[in-house]
Structure formats: C-alpha cells, structure tokens
C-alpha cells in the first residue's frame, strides 16, 4: 500500500516544487518594474524557503530582509552618533535616525497587514518606509562638514531603498 502510494507522493512533490521555483521566477520576473531581476533572485534565494514559498511568503522574506537591513543600519547611525563631534554632523545622523525608526516601526506593522491579506495597507506603509535612504542621505549632504564622507551610509541607504522596492514589486500583482 505504501509503497504503491510512493510514486503519486514523488510526482506531487515534484509537481509543488516545480511550481514554486516558478513563483519565484515569476516574480522575480514581474518585480523587474521594481529592481532588477538578478538583484531580485539573489536577494529572495538569500532565504532557502524562497525555493517553496508562494507569493505572500515571498513578500515576507523581501519584508523581514528589509526589516534586518533597516536594524543593522540603525545601530550603525546610533554608532556614529555616539562618536560624532560636530553639531552638523550630529543634527544629520539624528534625522537619518529617526527616519531609520520609523521606517522599522512601519515595516514591522506592515506583517500584521500581510497576515489579513491587506495588500494596499502593507503597500502604503513600506512606501512612506522606503525614503528612509534618501531623507537619511538628504539630512548627511545638508550636514556639510568635512569629516561625512561623501560616501558616508551611501550604500547602507541605497540597499535599504532596493529592498523596500522589492517587497513593492513582489506585493504588486497581489493589489
Ligand atoms: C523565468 O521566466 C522567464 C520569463 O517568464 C523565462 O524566460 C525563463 O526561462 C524562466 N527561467 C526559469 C529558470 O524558469
Ligand atoms: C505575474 O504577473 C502576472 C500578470 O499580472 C500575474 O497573472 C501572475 O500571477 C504574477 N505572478 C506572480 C508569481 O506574482
Ligand atoms: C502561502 O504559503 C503559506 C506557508 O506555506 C501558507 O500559510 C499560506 O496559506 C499560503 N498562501 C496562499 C495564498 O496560498
Ligand atoms: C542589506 O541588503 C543588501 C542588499 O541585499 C545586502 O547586500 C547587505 O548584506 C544587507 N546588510 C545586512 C546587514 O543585512
């Protein structure tokens, strides 16, 4: 009996698996509006459930990449700030910190939304998160003191703004 059974339960397994790495394909391929689809690929198979995850799995890993990244940038600034001296460039890091809190707070009630399939509310949130970057460089370029760097958080605020957009077009045909 179980052995006449293994077959169906190979072809359904096959069958599931090969539907999910569509759905990440699929994606990846709509999402190419949003950011790049190799950025996108790589970014989502960070997380292996991506391989069999459904549409609004997927919109959580890009969600939680996002949410990790924002943290981890955060406590950079908080670091920065500590050992900052000059008060421009203290008054920039505050403002890039708390956009950076905000965005985390919306990123993190946007899961509740995604939970009750509430597609245009997650949408909503994670695009008032997403200037999180930009305002964060604004507020360092405005600081105009010698010691920022011109790179300084450049790459930390342009890779938080390419995992907003992903979870933005990941969500996008679910709207
Ligand atoms: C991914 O999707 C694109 C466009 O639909 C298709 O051309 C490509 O063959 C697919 N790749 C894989 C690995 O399924
Ligand atoms: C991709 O977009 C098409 C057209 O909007 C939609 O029918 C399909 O469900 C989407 N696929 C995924 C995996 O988001
Ligand atoms: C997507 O997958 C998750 C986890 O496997 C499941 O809980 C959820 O019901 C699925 N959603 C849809 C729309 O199929
Ligand atoms: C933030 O996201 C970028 C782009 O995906 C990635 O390269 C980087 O390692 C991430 N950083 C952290 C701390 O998660």
Same mark, same amino acid.
């Given at each position: 009996?179980?052995?006449? !059974?293994?077959?169906?339960?190979?072809?359904?397994? @096959?069958?599931?698996?090969?539907?999910? %790495?569509?759905?990440?394909?699929? *994606?990846? @391929?709509?999402?190419?509006?949003?950011?790049?689809? #190799?950025?996108?690929?790589?970014?989502?198979?960070?997380?292996?459930? =991506?391989? +069999?995850?459904? @549409?609004?799995?997927?919109?959580?890993?890009?969600?939680n990449?996002a949410i990790i990244n924002a943290t981890s940038t955060k406590a950079k600034?908080d670091?920065?700030? +500590?050992? %900052?001296? $000059?008060? $421009?460039?203290?008054?920039? !890091?505050?403002?890039? #910190?708390?956009?950076y809190s905000?965005a985390i707070?919306?990123l993190k009630? /946007?899961? #509740?939304?995604?939970?009750?399939?509430?597609? $245009? /509310? %997650?949408?909503?949130?994670? =695009?008032?998160?997403? *200037?999180?970057?930009?305002?964060?460089?604004?507020?360092?370029? +405005?600081? $105009?003191?010698? =010691?920022?760097?011109?790179?300084?958080?450049?790459?930390?605020?342009? #890779?938080f703004?390419? !995992?907003?957009?992903?979870?933005?077009?990941?969500?996008?045909?679910?709207?």
């Amino acid at each position: 009996m179980v052995l006449s !059974l293994a077959p169906l339960w190979i072809i359904l397994l @096959t069958l599931s698996q090969c539907t999910a %790495a569509t759905t990440l394909n699929e *994606t990846c @391929t709509n999402a190419s509006g949003f950011v790049p689809y #190799d950025f996108c690929m790589v970014t989502l198979r960070s997380n292996p459930h =991506s391989r +069999h995850a459904n @549409t609004t799995t997927l919109a959580f890993i890009s969600l939680n990449l996002a949410i990790i990244n924002a943290t981890s940038t955060k406590a950079k600034i908080d670091t920065l700030l +500590h050992n %900052a001296r $000059e008060p $421009e460039l203290k008054n920039g !890091l505050q403002a890039c #910190d708390i956009v950076y809190s905000n965005a985390i707070m919306d990123l993190k009630s /946007t899961g #509740d939304f995604l939970l009750s399939s509430q597609f $245009e /509310t %997650a949408k909503a949130l994670v =695009s008032a998160a997403s *200037t999180a970057g930009n305002e964060c460089g604004d507020a360092l370029r +405005h600081a $105009e003191v010698a =010691s920022v760097p011109r790179r300084f958080l450049r790459k930390e605020n342009g #890779d938080f703004g390419l !995992l907003t957009l992903l979870f933005l077009g990941v969500i996008n045909p679910l709207l």
